[in-house]
Nanobody, 120 residues
Framework: QVQLVESGGGLVQAGGSLRLSCTAS????????MGWYRQAPGKRRELVAD???????NYADSVKGRFTISRDSVKNTVFLQMDSLKPEDSAVYYC??????????????WGQGTQVTVSS
């Protein structure tokens, strides 16, 4: 059974910083990629950033230069450092992982979500 456990959300003033973390656990898992999505009320879930097993990263245009994704491959953990936060960054942030088990391909898993609220 694969689990993604997130932490680090909260309330912060505009211009402030938060750091999200997400750890994947399960027997025999191999992380292909991990990332963060967010969903604000009334909006579609959107990719914020992701990182693959070769440390290639991808960012939404709206967060480039402000957010940094990184990972600890030993601990199967991904981090999202969010700086210069804006009220429009407020959303539920979901951890996502593409996980393999030793054969080609992978399966998609999601965390439970963590609320980020940025006050103006």
């Amino acid at each position: 059974q694969v689990q993604l456990v997130e932490s680090g959300g909260g309330l912060v003033q505009a211009g402030g910083s938060l750091r999200l973390s997400c750890t994947a656990s399960g027997t025999g898992i191999m992380i292909n990629s991990m990332g963060w999505y967010r969903q604000a009320p009334g909006k579609r879930r959107e990719l914020v950033a992701d990182i693959n097993a070769r440390d290639n990263t991808n960012y939404a245009d709206s967060v480039k230069g402000r957010f940094t994704i990184s990972r600890d491959s030993v601990k199967n953990t991904v981090f999202l450092q969010m700086d210069s936060l804006k009220p429009e960054d407020s959303a539920v942030y979901y951890c996502n992982a593409d996980i393999g088990f030793g054969w080609p391909g992978g399966y998609d898993y999601w965390g439970q979500g963590t609320q980020v609220t940025v006050s103006s």
